[in-house]
Structure formats: C-alpha cells, structure tokens
C-alpha cells in the first residue's frame, strides 16, 4: 500500500509540472499579445493633431504633439489644389513663443508648433492643403 501511495503522489507531481508548464507558456503568449498591442496603439497615438486655417491674408497652421512621445517636424508642404504651393514668409510659434529658426524641430507632448505663412504663390487664399513630414510619417490637413 505504502508503494501506491507514493506512486499516486509521482503522478500527482507530473501532473501539476504539466498545468504549471502550460500556464507559463499561456501567461508568455498572453504577454506578448497585449505587449504587441500596446506598442502598435502607441505608435499610432504619436500622431499630430494639425488644423490649417487662413486668416487676414495669412495661413495659419497649427501642429500639435497630441502624441506620447516625442515628435520630429521635419518639413511642412503646401498644396493649391494639386500643384505645390511656396510662400516667401515663414515666422514659427513654439506654444505661442516666436522662435528664431524654422525647421527640422522636436515637439514634446503637448507642445503645439504654429507657422505662419504669408507671401505665397499662388495666394493664401487658394492653399487648399498641408502635408506636414514627421518623424513618425505624413499627415495631412485640409485648409479651412
């Protein structure tokens, strides 16, 4: 009788190193599959938050790190209908503080880059799109 017990108590242990083995590897695959899916919604969630409007003779775009991390504005396009647009004057708005240079520049969270655009050709009036480069791809922005 002794021998059947301890027997029993091998088979008892196998069998809890199988569940605990299978939850381990259930746990791993759990992980990875939320981890995958944070990351790629956190990517995503870089993304910025642009309005373009015209105003008084000026185009006002507005790029917002709406993001979680950092943002690289690389290059800011001009669209009048389906032809590039170029303006001769550029001042650029750091959360409303002038800055002294133009682009490339960093946004942090939160942080809202305006340029203001006037001398264009063809007119301000007719810009119709902005396409603004970034670090983490293009975006775009009707005028309104």
Known sequence: ??????????EFSVLWLIVTLVGI??????????????NRSLNTANAPMITATTLSGNLFVNIKDAGVGS??????????GTSQASCTSATYYLDGEQLGGGLPITLKPGQTLTIV???????VDEVTGVAVITSSGTYTATVS
């Not at 590897?25 to 995958?36: N, P, S």
């Not at 655009?117 to 007119?123: I, K, L, M, R």
């Open 1 to 10: 009788m002794g021998s059947g017990s301890r027997a029993r108590a091998g």
């Open 25 to 38: 590897v259930m746990a791993l695959v759990i992980m990875y599959l939320v981890y995958g899916g944070v």
């Open 71 to 80: 943002l690289s504005i690389e290059n800011v396009i001009l669209y009048a």
């Open 117 to 123: 655009y006037s001398s264009c050709s063809p007119g």
